[in-house]
C-alpha cells in the first residue's frame, strides 16, 4: 500500500504535466514485483503556496514514501530510487528533487467504496 505524496513549489502545475507524473509513478509502482496489491498504490502532489530553497531555480519536488512495515531496505531504497528517477525525467529543470521514505505505524484503517 505504497503512498507517494509529492510536495511542490507553486507553479509547477502550470508548468509541468504532474498528472503524467503521477500516472507514470502508478504505473511503475503497479509493476513492481514488491507490490502485491497494485490497487492500493497512491499517488498525489500538493502544491506549497510559498516556500525558499537553498539553491537556484527555487523550485522543487520533494517526494514522501509512505509504506507499510516488512520490506526489505534494499525494497525500500529500489523503490525510493525509481521515485527519484521518475522525478527526473518529468521535472528534469526543478532545482530540488528528492525522495523521504516513511513507515505508516500500524494500525492503518481505511474505507473504500
Known sequence: MPHIIIEHSKGLEDSHDLQALCDDLWDKFAAHPAITAPDTVRTRTIAANASRIGVE?????????????????????????????????????????????????????????
Open 57 to 113: 531555480p527555487q523550485s522543487f519536488a520533494h517526494a514522501t514514501l509512505l509504506l507499510l512495515p516488512g520490506r526489505s531496505d534494499e525494497v525500500r531504497m529500489e523503490l525510493a530510487q525509481l521515485i527519484l528517477s521518475t522525478l527526473e525525467a518529468h521535472l528534469a529543470d526543478v532545482g530540488s528533487l528528492t525522495v523521504r521514505l516513511d513507515d505508516i505505524q500500524q494500525p492503518y484503517i481505511k474505507r473504500m467504496l
